[in-house]
Nanobody, 127 residues
Framework: QLQLVESGGGLAQPGGSLRLSCTITGPNFGYYGLGWFRQAPGKEREGISCTNSVDGSSYYADAVKGRFTASRDNVKNMAYLEMNDLKPEDSGVYFC????????????????????WGHGTQVTVSS
């Protein structure tokens, strides 16, 4: 059973940057697909990015493409989301999640395949 804990959220100004981290504990982390999601007040949870275990390929939602970069370190059992050129609409609670062993994503992630979730970290972008 995997456990995920996000950190690194906070307040940023428009145009600023934040780096989120996800610490993962549990067996065989390297085989799991990883995703980042966010949820704004009153809105559904939306997929931001996913990173595959097999080849490390990543996919992004159009809203963050070119500004956000997801990565993973299978040795340290960590995942990261580098967020640049932040906008007020990027505000929300950010979650990292893991999908079943060997799961591959090929586009913007959806919630359903991910069965291990962190509790989230708040990101607020405001001047």
């Amino acid at each position: 059973q995997l456990q995920l804990v996000e950190s690194g959220g906070g307040l940023a100004q428009p145009g600023g940057s934040l780096r989120l981290s996800c610490t993962i504990t549990g067996p065989n982390f390297g085989y799991y697909g990883l995703g980042w999601f966010r949820q704004a007040p009153g809105k559904e949870r939306e997929g931001i990015s996913c990173t595959n275990s097999v080849d490390g390929s990543s996919y992004y939602a159009d809203a963050v493409k070119g500004r956000f970069t997801a990565s993973r370190d299978n040795v340290k059992n960590m995942a990261y989301l580098e967020m640049n050129d932040l906008k007020p609409e990027d505000s929300g609670v950010y979650f990292c999640a893991a999908a079943g062993s060997g799961y591959m994503c090929y586009g913007r992630p959806t919630v359903a395949p991910y069965d291990h979730w962190g509790h989230g970290t708040q990101v607020t972008v405001s001047s």
